[in-house]
């Protein structure tokens, strides 16, 4: 292994972490009769405040508060609900991004790498061709948290680069910026 990859293994590690709490897609919003707590638990959500937010989700139904309990379980790393929860969504809609940003988080979290890989390049070809693949970013990102695992930092690198296109503002956006600098 090179001496960039030494320092880039060490760098994602610290910088990134073995969970990376701050990945998410953007906040959607409340859509159809799921309840009208889902805006309260969202605005949980948002403010970081997983648990609380955990608790209001569990009563409500429908697909997005699904999604958001999968993305709340996955925070705090409750894995293998969120997991579920999250393939459940992706069942109804293989593009629900924050689905399979917590999909992708739970399975790199439970060290499922290859799984994560090939369940997130599934979603990846479910957007298609689509010119906006901004919804894809996190797909990209958990993607190549699972290739940096396995030790493909050429696919890793891949999967970054796409990431930063899609999500140029996203929290993650500059640690991953800085760590592809060290690499090339």
């Given amino acids: 292994m090179s001496m960039?990859?030494?320092?880039l293994c060490g760098c994602l590690s610290a910088a990134l972490g073995a969970g990376c709490a701050?990945?998410?897609?953007?906040?959607?919003?409340?859509?159809?009769?799921?309840?009208?707590?889902?805006?309260?638990?969202?605005?949980?959500?948002?403010?970081?405040?997983?648990?609380?937010?955990e608790a209001v989700?569990?009563?409500?139904?429908?697909?997005?508060?699904?999604?958001?309990?999968?993305?709340?379980?996955?925070?705090?790393?409750k894995y293998p609900e969120a997991e579920a929860l999250a393939k459940a969504v992706i069942a109804a809609n293989p593009t629900h991004a924050l689905a399979v940003a917590a999909l992708g988080q739970s399975l790199v979290g439970q060290g499922k790498?290859?799984?994560?890989?090939?369940?997130?390049?599934?979603?990846?070809?479910?957007?298609?061709?689509?010119?906006?693949?901004?919804?894809?970013?996190?797909?990209?990102?958990w993607r190549g948290q699972a290739h940096y695992r396995k030790g493909q930092f050429d696919r890793m690198v891949a999967d970054f680069e796409i990431f930063l296109r899609l999500a140029q503002q996203a929290p993650e956006a500059n640690t991953v910026r800085q760590l592809l600098a060290g690499v090339r």
């Fill in 22 to 53: 701050t990945a998410e897609p953007a906040p959607r919003r409340a859509r159809g009769s799921e309840g009208g707590d889902l805006p309260a638990a969202i605005s949980l959500y948002n403010q970081a405040k997983y648990a609380e937010a």
């Fill in 57 to 77: 989700l569990r009563r409500l139904g429908g697909a997005e508060a699904q999604a958001y309990l999968a993305a709340c379980l996955a925070k705090q790393q």
């Fill in 4 to 7: 960039k990859r030494v320092l």
């Fill in 113 to 141: 790498n290859d799984e994560a890989i090939e369940r997130l390049s599934a979603a990846i070809t479910a957007w298609g061709d689509a010119d906006d693949k901004a919804d894809a970013a996190y797909a990209f990102f």
